[in-house]
């Protein structure tokens, strides 16, 4: 008999395992085809026993046939079983909605017979591919790369390794020697990175250091046949590297040596929605169940990992070890950070132009001399609200409690949260008057007024819009590395990763907002937007002398473009760190965030603070705290009101016992709702 796991989310009450009956016992992590109802679905064999099943008597239900069993397919490995377990649990989802989340979702569509079939391809050609023996030449490591090399390699346990090190600091060199390592010593390397979309770079860069080795990307962009392919490629061991986004994690590896997480820091490693796991969490979780070291690169760590990477002596939890290269790559200065004071400006000059002149004439500067500029604005569209100075309406989402934003090229509102979008009204929706005005401004208005400003200028924009179909991002990112755009205006994409070798001046305009925001971690988030940011500018030893980072605030005392300044991610991780224990957050507190979606706001609420009642004694509440239910920030979406409720322990233990136990409360009593449409867990959140 099989215990299989298919794909039924926590709350459907399929979410154990189901019996089957089988010819004979297959192992663990062997892939199934079962009947569920009159469906064929995909399984997951987790448990496998001799034991006859008992004939079917009095209420009892028949145990059926398993369909067929994939077994061109090795079993996924031993190791992979244990990550799927691990977070299953901890994220508290059922081991069949993971599951079926994770694996590629062309299994489910093909059988056994179509798999074998597909196999057989890959074998022809692999038989065929000639591997080219061109050997790339290696840079000499600089002296901070050869200390972090040697401490990497005379390390004899496993170990997480937190590479610290600024943009430009050669970090990618560092991940690109481990895998050689390890691939010599005959095992496969996982590089993940946030956005592959943003970083074809890098896949270049490994195809060219390892010409005669496999290289795939397991990533959301891929077509369903891509990457059903590259993962059987990664499971049998075809593949030497696997470069993907957070849900690479998840990649079977028949021989698994090393894990890189770039950027580790990045909010899109978490999951937002479904099972929201952490892929940076799970790499560290995968190597220690794997027993193969794990390194997470960034240059503005997260504070979790700041903190975990801290020894104790130094008030850290010691977990991680922690390496530094503090210089960049040919001893090349740090851009020059300048501050623009606009509260000293004056009010007609703030008013008339986004930019401030001493900025402008910096532009003009860069123009001049044939050097490139990238202007961020972390807000897409034209302006983010439309307004009638009339009546005082203004253009909300009829269903969020959300501003439709102007979008000027194709004269649309849209509301970034639900959708919705609509051909912008000739007049006032409220009393017809015709003068209706866009207020603020997002990169589309951007543009605009810098062709206006800076008329002999190339003014190339890239945002979420821009990049919308297909190739386009590529396209544009290809003109600026070609230098056919002389300002770039974009919003974070522009930020991320980039190696464009012509920029000199990165400017960030009102970036502001996320200093006082309900969200704890944005100071957080803007430091390491602004680093990014100003990592861009000097790439090119040549140039970095004159490279600079400006930036207009309303704010310039505070202790955020301080350390930006001083170019100090440790004091601003020192101080960042002060406050979080004062306020009991994260590292020092753990979170979790309860959340209901229902028809009305109240019913919500009701329901959050009804199952938080409920909690009273169950095991782990003693040492787990539930704060009262809020509205989200943005509280409504496509007509459905969401509320959330905090969950805190000092204990992590505590907490996932807690929440273990509450699973079954919150089922039951969201079958007993009549007004709750969903509710979900969310642990560890980076945001709330
Ligand atoms: P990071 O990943 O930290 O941003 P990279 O590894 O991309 O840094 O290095 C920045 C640049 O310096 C790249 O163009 C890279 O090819 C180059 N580089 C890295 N290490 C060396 C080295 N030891 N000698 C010469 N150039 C190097
Ligand atoms: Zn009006
Ligand atoms: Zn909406």
Redesign the pocket.
């Known amino acids: 008999m099989l215990g299989v796991a298919v794909d039924a989310p926590q709350h459907s009450g399929l979410d154990r395992l189901l019996d089957y009956l089988a010819e004979r016992p297959r192992p663990r992590g062997s892939l199934v085809r079962v009947p569920l109802g009159r469906r064929e679905v995909l399984g997951l064999v987790w448990s496998s026993t001799e034991r006859e099943a008992e004939p079917a008597q009095g209420g009892a239900v028949a145990l059926r046939n398993v369909v067929e069993a994939f077994d061109a397919l090795p079993a996924l490995p031993p190791a992979w079983c244990d990550l799927l377990d691990f977070a299953a649990g901890y994220y508290q989802r059922s081991l069949g909605e993971l599951a079926l989340a994770v694996l590629p979702p062309e299994l489910r569509r093909i059988d056994a017979a179509g798999l074998a079939r597909r196999l057989a391809r890959i074998d022809k050609r692999l038989a065929k591919a000639q591997p080219a023996r061109d050997e790339p030449s290696l840079?000499?490591?600089?002296i901070e790369?050869a200390a972090v090399l040697a401490a990497l390699a005379a390390s004899e346990t496993p170990a997480t390794t937190l590479l610290h090190?600024g943009?430009?600091?050669?970090?990618?060199?560092i991940y690109l020697r481990e895998a050689a390592r390890a691939l010599d010593a005959g095992r496969q390397a996982l590089v993940l990175v946030p956005e592959i979309n943003l970083t074809p770079q890098l896949e270049a860069r490994f195809a060219e250091r390892f010409p005669d080795r496999r290289v795939v990307a397991l990533h959301s962009a891929l077509t369903p046949a891509q990457r059903l392919g590259h993962w059987l490629l990664a499971l049998r061991g075809d593949a030497d590297l696997v470069l993907g986004t957070r849900l690479a994690v998840f990649t079977p590896l028949a021989r698994c040596g090393l894990i890189v997480v770039d950027e580790e820091h990045d909010p899109s490693y978490k999951q937002q929605e479904g099972a929201r796991y952490s892929a940076r969490d799970l790499a560290v979780a995968r190597g220690r169940i794997e027993g193969v070291p794990v390194l997470l690169g960034s240059a503005t760590p997260s504070i979790e990992t700041w903190h975990n990477a801290l020894p104790a002596a130094q008030g850290g939890a010691g977990r991680y070890r922690r390496l530094a290269m503090p210089g960049r790559?040919g001893g090349a200065a740090w851009p020059r950070v300048r501050l623009i004071d606009m509260g000293r400006l004056p009010k007609a000059q703030t008013r008339a132009s986004p930019i401030a002149e001493p900025l402008r004439d910096a532009l003009r500067e860069r123009l001049a001399r044939g050097e490139q500029s990238l202007v961020l604005l972390n807000r897409r569209g034209y302006a983010p609200v439309l307004h009638c100075a009339d009546c005082g309406w203004k253009s909300a989402c009829p269903h969020c409690s959300a501003w439709r934003v102007f979008h000027r090229h194709d004269r649309t509102l849209r509301c970034h949260h639900c959708g919705l979008t609509q051909r912008v009204p000739r007049a006032c929706e409220q009393c017809g008057n015709a003068d209706i005005r866009p207020l603020g401004r997002g990169t589309e208005k951007l543009e605009e007024q810098l062709a206006g400003l800076l008329p002999e200028a190339r003014i190339g924009r890239i945002d979420a819009d821009t990049a919308k179909c297909a190739g386009a991002l590529a396209a544009d990112l290809a003109r600026v590395h070609a230098g056919e755009v002389d300002v770039l205006v974009g919003t974070q994409m522009i930020a991320k990763g980039h190696?464009f070798r012509r920029v000199t001046l990165v400017a960030a305009i009102d970036p502001d907002g996320a200093l006082f925001g309900s969200d704890f971690r944005g100071p957080e988030r803007l430091f390491a937007l602004l680093m990014q940011a100003a990592g861009r500018a000097g790439r090119d030893a040549q140039q970095a002398a004159g490279a600079e980072m400006w930036v207009q605030t309303w704010h310039p005392g505070h202790a955020l473009y301080g350390a930006l300044k001083a170019h100090d991610f440790e004091a601003f991780a020192t101080s960042l760190l002060t406050e979080r224990r004062g306020a009991g957050l994260p590292p020092y507190r753990h979170l979790a965030l309860l959340r209901a979606d229902a028809r009305t706001q109240e019913l919500a609420q009701a329901w959050l603070a009804a199952v938080a009642e409920a909690a009273g004694d169950l095991p782990g509440s003693e040492e787990v705290q539930c704060y009262p239910p809020v509205p989200l920030t943005v509280q409504r979406v496509a007509d459905v009101e969401r509320a959330q409720m905090l969950v805190e322990s000092a204990s992590r233990p505590a907490l996932q016992r807690f929440l273990a136990a509450w699973n079954p409360v919150l089922q039951t009593r969201r079958a007993e709702s009549r007004g709750v449409l969903r509710w979900a867990v969310d642990v560890d959140p980076v945001a709330i």
């Open positions: 840079p000499t490591p600089s790369q090190g943009t430009g600091s050669g970090k990618t060199e790559i190696d």
